[in-house]
C-alpha cells in the first residue's frame, strides 16, 4: 500500500520559516518525480516545486528564492523549507509521487501552513 505522508505545518507569523515533510512508503521512492502542491480556499490546486529523480528542483514563480525543496532517497523523504513566508502562502501543502514511465500517481493527505499575525 502506497503512503504519502505530510507533517511540519503549522501557524508562522510573516517573514517566518517552517520545514514540511514527505515521507514515502509502499514505492521505489528514487523511481518518482516528487512535488509540492497548495490549495487555498476557494482557490485552485496550484503546483509549487518539483524535485526529479535527478535531484533537479523547479519552483513556482511566487516561491523562487524563498522555498527549497530536497530528497533523501535513502531514507524516503522530502523536504520542504519555506523562508520569508508571506499570508498568501497560506494553504493546505500536499505532497505528490509521480512516475511518467507507468502513470502512476500518489498523493499525501496534506498539512495546513497559516501565515498571519
Known amino acids: 500500500q502506497v503512503q504519502l505522508v505530510e507533517s511540519g505545518g503549522g501557524l508562522v507569523q510573516p517573514g517566518g520559516s517552517l520545514r514540511l515533510s514527505c515521507e514515502a512508503s509502499?514505492?521505489?521512492?528514487?523511481?518518482?518525480?516528487i512535488a509540492w502542491y497548495r490549495q487555498a480556499p476557494g482557490k485552485q490546486r496550484e503546483l509549487v516545486t518539483t524535485?526529479?529523480?535527478?535531484?533537479?528542483?523547479n519552483y513556482a514563480h511566487s516561491v523562487k528564492g524563498r522555498f527549497t525543496i530536497s530528497r533523501d532517497n535513502v531514507k524516503n523523504m522530502v523536504y520542504l523549507q519555506m523562508n520569508s513566508l508571506k499570508p498568501e502562502d497560506t494553504a493546505v501543502y500536499y505532497c505528490n509521487a509521480n512516475r511518467d514511465l507507468d502513470y502512476s500517481n500518489y498523493w499525501g493527505q496534506g498539512t495546513q501552513v497559516t501565515v498571519s499575525s
Open positions: 524535485v526529479t529523480v535527478t535531484g533537479i528542483a
Open positions: 509502499g514505492i521505489i521512492f528514487s523511481f518518482y518525480t
